[in-house]
Every structure is written in C-alpha cells, then in structure tokens.
C-alpha cells in the first residue's frame, strides 16, 4: 500500500484510508505484486475471438457460461470444443479460466439451493474437471431473501451451498478458485440493497468477492453523474451510490477482509447523457437518459469543453438548451485509472473487468491493467487524453 498515492488520488478519501483500512486486518490486505485482474468474456455472447486480447494483463478469465437447473444439474450453453480450445490459449499465456454460473429464475435457484445443493456442487465440479478449468464464479442474480422452497431465509441456505462448493473444489484440488458475483449495494440503508448474505461466513469460503459495482449508479437512478462514480455518487435513504462507499460497507460486512474483495469496474468508454435541470453534478434529470458512444462521448466533449469532476473521477461536459440543460458523462482511461488507483490504494485483492471484447478491446485498457497488475504507477492523465 503506498500512503502517499493515497492522499494525493483523492482528499475526499482521506477518511476511508485513515479510519477504514486502519480498521481492516493488517495481515488481510494483499501485497502488491499479488494483484488479481479478474475479468469477464466474452462481450458479444458466443464470440471467441481472442485477437484483441493482451494475456499479460490478466490473472484470470471467467467466461459465460453455464446454468444451474433447478435439480442441481447443468445447462451447458456453450460448445465444449470452444470451451477447451480458449482454455488451452489462456493456459500457454499463463491465464486461469473460470466459467460463470447462472442460474434460471428465482424458484429454480430456491429449488436447487434448499433440496439439490449437493448435485449442484458435483455438477459444477464434474464440468470443471471435464473442461480443465480452475474454477468458477458464481452469479446466480436470483438468490433472495426468503427461499421459495421451503418458505424460509435463504441467508444459511446460501452460505451452507458455499461450505459444500468450498470442501467439493478444495478436496479435489487446492487452488481452484471460488468467487462470487456479490450485489453491488450490501448498505441496508439504502432500501435496494441486498443485506441479507452472511457476507462474514462467505468471506470464509470463498477466494474473492468479485462485486458488481459497475452498476452502482445506474442512469435511471434520477440524477446525472457517473454511473461508476468513485466518490460523492448520489444518495439512496441518505446512503451513498460511490465506489468509496462500496468498499467501506463491504469492509464493514466481512469483517475488514480487503484480500476478498475484487472492486467490479465496467471497461466500456462510453457513457449516457441526459437533459436536467441544472448544470450542477447530481442534477435532477429529465425524461429518460440516452446512450453515447465512446466517439460520441469523446466528440461532445471537445464541443462543449471537457470537465473532470473530483470526486466522482469521471468527465463530463455540459450546454443550455431552451430553459434545461444536457449533461453527458462518460467514462475515459483516466476516470478507469482512477478506480485502479483506488483499488491498490485500499489493498484490495485486485479488480475485476466487465467485460472483455476479445476482436475490438482498446489497447488502452490492458496498457492501465499492466500497470496495475505490476504495481507500476497509473497515470494521473493518460498522455492519449
């Protein structure tokens, strides 16, 4: 960890690092040249293209994927043959590879969770042994509070079902990799978050928490801002939508295990623009946002003059129309520099990607996740920009 980088990157997190990593287990932070870089693929579902892909930026891949079926059995939806071929290319490069878990709908998650927990496991271990994977990533974005099944929490069904994946994988092999595609809000201040996972037990089992916080803000929260603002996001019931927030809440809930946590960041350089009522950040917006390419984005912001708001650490511009305004925020390799930053500064166990374009990925993207991997320094404004 580098105090100094800290304090420079950001005086509005003064007090994360001051009181929240402090507070976290010095013997929980990860060292530096122990980074993981864990991404998702591919971007266009069934695409195997690889050609854009820099191997050397990467510890892991997880691609999609495979569905868990109420009984506990698999759904394969991608051929074998394209599986092991892109998992021989990744193994000479030295990179592990994943398969992500899905599942189908909240009953048949209730289903397999309360009465088939035991074949689920062996399912996914039978695929990865037959597949000459390392692991898995859990995604199963159906789980809830209460289980369908037997009408109770699902809070010990679902930490029980990581205990039975952890002792399966393990036993058969020690370094296969477990995480979890964790909620991006877990605050029960905030009345959409999902509070309700022993996030603590699970931290025990599992080998990170690959949190989906590139969804923090999402354009129709009712504000303009990044929708992956790294500090002073928007508020839900008093409660902040922000990476810094995120990291601060997760830390809370798993007892200070910053080696658990992968901060999620979407790698796309686009962003959303929207007519509001001021030209303030965190303007109250109007009607419904629109999408902007990277080019668009870059494009309207030469127009209209380029700001870069510091605290949430993304560009933007700005312009009057009749009695509203439009704002357009997007993101840029220095707004993903800035999450990078954070994420070293805060020695979390590293990041996580989505999601890679095998044919199309900007060579500027695996340029900052070199550096961040090695430990090198990010800059503070890619020279490109």
Known sequence: MRPVGLLAFMPGLLALGLALLAAARADESTPQA??????????????WDTRALDWSALTHVCFRSVELQ????????????????????AHRHGVKVTVLVWGTNAAGSSNYLAHHAQQAVQSLLDY?????LDGINMDD??????????????????????ALLRKAFKDARPDYHITWASPPVVNPQDKYAEAWPDYAAIADLIDGFAIMSYCMSPPTSGWTGSS?????????????RDYATCI?????????????????????????EWTCRDDKPLSAIIGKPRRLSPAEARANAQTYGRRFDPLQKA?????????NWVQGWY????????????????????????????????????????RYRSGADLPARPAKL
């Open 248 to 272: 601060r809440d997760y830390l809370a809930a798993t007892g200070g295990r910053a080696n658990r946590l992968l901060l999620g960041m979407d790698n796309s350089l686009g962003g959303t």
């Open 228 to 240: 992956q603002p790294v500090d002073g996001g928007g508020k839900v019931n008093g409660h902040p």
């Open 315 to 323: 560009p933007w511009y700005c312009h009057q129309e009749g009695d």
């Open 70 to 89: 109420p009984d506990g059995t698999l759904k394969e939806v991608v051929k074998r043959a394209d599986v092991k071929e892109f998992v021989a290319e």
């Open 128 to 132: 990865v042994k037959a597949n000459n």
């Open 141 to 162: 974005e159906t789980w809830a509070s209460t289980n369908a099944a037997p009408g109770q929490p699902n809070r010990e069904l679902v930490t029980q079902f990581f």
């Open 331 to 370: 993101q840029d390799e220095e707004s993903l520099a800035a999450k990078l930053e954070l994420a070293r500064a805060c020695g979390l166990q590293g990041i996580c990607i989505w999601v890679l374009d095998g044919a199309h990925e900007p060579t500027s993207t695996f340029e900052l996740l070199r």
């Open 34 to 47: 122990e980074r993981t870089v864990y991404a998702w693929f591919p971007r266009e579902f069934g695409n």
